[in-house]
C-alpha cells in the first residue's frame, strides 16, 4: 500500500487527493482538542467570540495526552473516541476546519458535513498512543490549561501515520472495510 505524505495545514486540493482507506504520514502543525474544550469553544462562538486559534485549514487531534515523561516532549497521545465530538463538528467545520484526528465512526450529520466543506477524517490507531507520540517533536498548551490534559495543545508532528476513514466524496471505511469481508 502506498503512502501518502501530506502537510498542514491542509487545503481543498490536499483534500480532494485523498479517498478512505488510504495510508498517510501527516507532517505539521496540529492541535488536540476534546470534550471539554470543544464544548468551550462553541460557547465562545455562542457568545460572538473568537476561538482562540485560528481553525481555518487546520487539523483537530481528539487526544487528551498523558503527562510527558523526563526527556520527552509529551506522554502517550492517542486518539480518542470521535462520536463524542460529533455534536460540535459541523460547526467547526463550517467555519473552515479541514481535518479531524480520531477513532470510531463519525455521525451522519458530520459524514455530511465533511463532505459539503471539503474536509476530511483520519483514524488513529486506538491503544497505540506510545507509538503515535513518537511523531511528535514539539508540544505547547495554547489555550484552556485549566483543563490539564484536556487542554488545547498545539503539536508539532513529523509523519504522523494516519488512516483517511471519511473523505470529501462520502466514503467510509468502516463500510466499505465490512464489505470486503462480507459473505
Do not use: W
Amino acid at each position: 500500500m502506498e503512502i501518502k505524505r501530506i502537510r498542514t495545514p491542509l487545503d481543498d486540493e490536499v483534500i480532494a487527493g485523498l479517498r478512505a482507506g488510504e495510508k498517510i504520514f501527516l507532517s505539521g502543525y496540529i492541535y488536540t482538542a476534546r470534550d471539554a474544550a470543544h464544548k468551550r469553544f462553541i460557547e465562545a462562538l455562542d457568545r460572538g467570540e473568537s476561538l482562540p486559534l485560528d481553525i481555518r485549514n487546520q487539523v483537530i487531534y481528539y487526544c487528551g495526552p498523558s503527562p510527558a515523561p523526563p526527556g520527552k516532549v509529551i506522554g502517550a497521545c492517542g486518539p480518542t473516541t470521535s462520536s463524542r465530538m460529533d455534536a460540535y463538528a459541523p460547526r467547526l467545520l463550517s467555519l473552515g476546519l479541514k481535518g479531524m484526528i480520531g477513532k470510531g465512526k463519525r455521525s451522519q450529520a458530520v459524514r455530511d458535513a465533511i463532505r459539503k466543506y471539503r474536509a476530511v477524517y483520519f483514524g488513529g490507531t486506538g491503544g497505540a498512543g506510545a507509538l503515535l507520540s513518537k511523531s511528535v517533536v514539539s508540544s505547547e498548551v495554547i489555550a484552556f490549561e485549566d483543563l490539564g490534559p484536556e487542554a488545547v495543545r498545539k503539536l508539532d508532528v513529523k509523519e504522523m501515520p494516519l488512516f483517511v476513514i471519511n473523505d470529501m466524496f462520502g466514503s467510509d471505511l468502516y463500510e466499505t472495510g465490512m464489505l470486503k469481508y462480507r459473505k
